[in-house]
């Protein structure tokens, strides 16, 4: 190889690393954590309850106690994980595994056609998840809202069609969906619902490129949802560059509420924080 070529390459090497180095400087310090003050961790516009909220040490309830609780507790955002029933009436479950084996006294998983069976509206109607508590449909939540107005919160079903035979035009502004296409996003969006894109795990800045390239000329996306562990600094990219709100699921580290809320995260699905008795001091709540 001729010493002219060498010297060509040498320096294509150079520039290469002199871009990398460079970009991963400004990029270290673009997504640094800002300096802001500690949230009010009783601020309830932080916060999703998870599910409906916990009530009596169980989690994953979608119930109506437990919505009530949430209620009473100061939350105005509300999550219902929703299905459909074996003729087709979306109710609030998490998974009918767990439903079955919360409502049906004595059931063994040896039992499979018991235990994975999908009920019927009324079969589920007739439940009573660990004995006590009140399964909830899709329209108990919303003539509950009507009653108490607060942010109704969904994943699972983010098909236009199936949720507008729900939904009047008139509320859907304050009904979140979590979408898992950009399809769903923009179509939920037109309908005239607040979107979500799942984005679940971000491990790190890198795996935010392909959403930032795609989304650089035409910022369409306002909310994205991912897990707790995603990277922070592929988040605080997203957020400096377009401006989006992020949720994540599903928290209850007041650790990471004071570190992170009304900072890199805008919301958080949280399982049992209680707003009336929150933490606020995390000095104090550390030392404990």
């Known amino acids: 190889m001729k010493k002219k070529q060498i010297s060509i390459l040498i320096s294509i090497i ?7 180095v460079t970009t991963s400087i400004f990029l270290y310090r673009f997504t640094n954590a800002n300096s802001v003050n500690p949230p009010d961790l009783s601020d309830r516009r932080y916060f999703i309850a998870h599910a409906t909220g916990s009530i009596g040490g169980y989690v994953y309830m979608n119930c109506l106690e437990s919505l009530i609780n949430s209620l009473e507790n100061g939350y105005q955002y509300i999550e219902v ?19 079955n084996k919360s409502s049906i006294p004595g059931i063994s998983w040896r039992d499979s056609s018991i235990f994975l069976k999908i009920p019927t509206y009324e079969e589920f109607k007739q439940r009573k998840i660990y004995g006590r508590y009140t399964p909830l449909s899709l329209n108990d939540v919303i003539s509950i809202q009507h009653r108490h107005p607060f942010t109704i919160v969904t994943d699972r079903i983010s098909n236009t069609s199936a949720l507008n035979s729900y939904f009047d035009k008139e509320i859907r502004n304050s009904v979140m969906v979590e979408a898992f296409s950009e399809e769903d996003y923009y179509s939920l969006k037109a309908d005239g619902y607040t979107p979500m894109l799942s984005l679940q795990l971000i491990p790190n800045i890198i795996d935010c490129f392909d959403f930032v390239l795609r989304h650089a000329i035409n910022n369409n996306i306002e909310w994205i949802v991912v897990d707790y562990h995603s990277s922070q600094r592929g988040l605080r990219l997203l957020k400096k560059l377009f401006n989006i709100r992020i949720a994540a699921y599903t928290v209850n580290l007041p650790s990471y509420f004071y570190q992170h809320l009304g900072n890199d995260i805008d919301l958080v699905y949280t399982d049992n924080w209680n707003l009336k008795t929150q933490l606020n001091n995390y000095q104090n709540w550390t030392t404990r």
């Open 14 to 20: 150079c520039i290469i690393a002199f871009t990398f």
């Open 81 to 99: 994980d929703l299905d459909y029933t074996a003729d087709s009436v979306i109710v609030c479950v998490h998974d009918w595994e767990d439903f």
